[in-house]
T-cell receptor
Framework: RKEVEQDPGPFNVPEGATVAFNCTYS??????FFWYRQDCRKEPKLLMS???SGNEDGRFTAQLNRASQYISLLIRDSKLSDSATYLC????????????FGTGTRLKVLA | DVKVTQSSRYLVKRTGEKVFLECVQD?????MFWYRQDPGLGLRLIYF???????EKGDIPEGYSVSREKKERFSLILESASTNQTSMYLC?????????FGSGTRLTVV
């Protein structure tokens, strides 16, 4: 089993739709979780951290389910500009700054 | 904002050449990382460093070495470039959580 797994997609959704991605991780000792966004031929950029209590930033909501070892990203009212690859990132073990990246989920928002 | 600068955006090198990829960050971060990114494989950690002169192997260190003589600079060295090292190389720094990436170096080894 991969340490961090994501559905590669692509998820093709119309503008205005709500879309959700999940990411599963294998190490129950992981403590830090993030979602990154990567545009084509660009570097990944931090989208949001994922906290135990869940967190929201505008149209984006991230949640953590420790029991089932997955994190999720919900995007409401999708915009064309949301088209990108979304990377799930998990720290390798508690107390380490070494992170493991998922291979990403590709989102295409269609006009 | 933290800025992470990679010295080259595109590089073409010949098989067997020694290649240096430079990365500089301007926010006094202690942690720096080198990844390579390949289609279908995602980002894979090559080496990382927690402090000056300290380095640790990541998941795929073979064929690479690193140097961190100053806090702001972390260099990746390909001792003898091979075609299977053709890839996008990404440098990142962090303090302590979450990465800021450089814009990447697309290296082609011919």
């Amino acid at each position: 089993r991969k340490e961090v797994e994501q559905d590669p997609g692509p998820f093709n959704v119309p503008e205005g739709a709500t879309v959700a991605f999940n990411c599963t991780y294998s190490n129950s000792a992981s403590q830090s979780f993030f979602w990154y966004r990567q545009d084509c031929r660009k570097e990944p950029k931090l989208l949001m951290s994922v906290y135990s209590s869940g967190n929201e930033d505008g149209r984006f909501t991230a949640q953590l389910n420790r029991a089932s070892q997955y994190i999720s990203l919900l995007i409401r009212d999708s915009k064309l500009s949301d088209s990108a690859t979304y990377l799930c990132v998990v720290n390798a073990a508690s107390g380490t700054y070494k992170y493991i990246f998922g291979t990403g989920t590709r989102l295409k928002v269609l006009a | 904002d933290v800025k992470v600068t990679q010295s080259s955006r595109y590089l073409v090198k010949r098989t067997g050449e020694k290649v240096f990829l430079e990365c500089v960050q301007d926010m006094d971060h202690e942690n720096m990382f080198w990844y390579r990114q390949d289609p279908g494989l995602g980002l894979r950690l090559i080496y990382f460093s927690y402090d000056v002169k300290m380095k640790e192997k990541g998941d795929i260190p073979e064929g690479y070495s690193v140097s961190r003589e100053k806090k702001e600079r972390f260099s990746l060295i390909l001792e003898s470039a091979s075609t299977n090292q053709t890839s996008m190389y990404l440098c990142a720094s962090s303090f302590p959580y979450g990465y800021t990436f450089g814009s990447g170096t697309r290296l082609t080894v011919v």
